[in-house]
């Protein structure tokens, strides 16, 4: 089955403390990407990849960091993590690097930092 | 602001109406997308409208395009209480922009 996947699907931290979350597809698309999405702002992109090692900011990338070693997977690493990190997380991948085609999303993590 | 903004921000109808919703943005676009979010889980993608296009077509959906007034509107006939989600909007920007906007979304309820 084509999908995107995502781990953890929730995920309750502390102030400062590194964590990962995973992003992998099935699909051979050439393009992934995070975003964040918060009540009332609607989805903001954090980060993206056109391909292996080819990596750049979106609109909200203070605070992640990425890194696209293969294909499939798309981690978004969060250093020290901070409050207002706390958001509900989507990766997503489409095929190809021009947006006539339509992305597919992972099925979300659910992020709080204390 | 954001590029695309979706109206109403809510909208609650009985199984059988339809529903109509609303997307405005800023700037010129290549094309324009809608999703469908069921509560807490991961969007879908439902239609792509083309800037030449002035209407699409799938199923009970048809999508809507005014580029001279920078808007879309997404019609769901017949409605199920299965459509109840929210949904949004994304444009991507012309001028070999590649990146999907997205604005914040109609929360659609359908009671049976």
């Known amino acids: 089955e084509a999908q995107v996947t995502q781990n953890p699907r929730y995920l309750i931290t502390v102030t400062g403390k590194k964590l990962t979350v995973t992003c992998s597809q099935n699909m051979n698309h050439e393009y992934m990407s995070w975003y964040r999405q918060d009540p009332g702002l609607g989805l903001r992109q954090i980060y993206y990849?056109?391909?292996?090692?080819?990596?750049d900011k979106g609109d909200v990338p203070e605070g992640y960091k990425v890194s696209r070693k293969e294909k499939r997977n798309f981690p978004l690493i969060l250093e020290s993590p901070s409050p207002n990190q706390t958001s509900l997380y989507f990766c997503?991948?489409?095929?190809?690097?021009?947006?006539?085609?339509?992305?597919?999303f992972g099925p979300g993590t659910r992020l709080t930092v204390l | 602001s954001q590029q695309g903004e979706e109206d109403p921000q809510a909208l609650s109808i009985q199984e059988g109406e339809n529903a109509t919703m609303n997307c405005s943005y800023k700037t010129s676009i290549n094309n324009l997308q809608w999703y469908r979010q069921n509560s807490g889980r991961g969007l879908v993608h439902l239609i792509l409208i083309r800037s030449n296009e002035r209407e699409k077509h799938s199923g009970r959906l048809r999508v809507t395009l005014d580029t001279s007034k920078k808007s879309s509107s997404l019609l769901i006939t017949a409605s199920r209480a299965a459509d109840t989600a929210s949904y949004f909007c994304a444009t991507r920007l012309s001028g070999g922009y590649n990146k999907l906007i997205f604005g914040a979304g109609t929360r659609l309820a359908v009671h049976p």
């Open positions: 997503a991948s489409r095929e190809g690097q021009d947006s006539y085609n339509e992305q597919f």
């Open positions: 990849s056109m391909n292996v090692e080819v990596t």
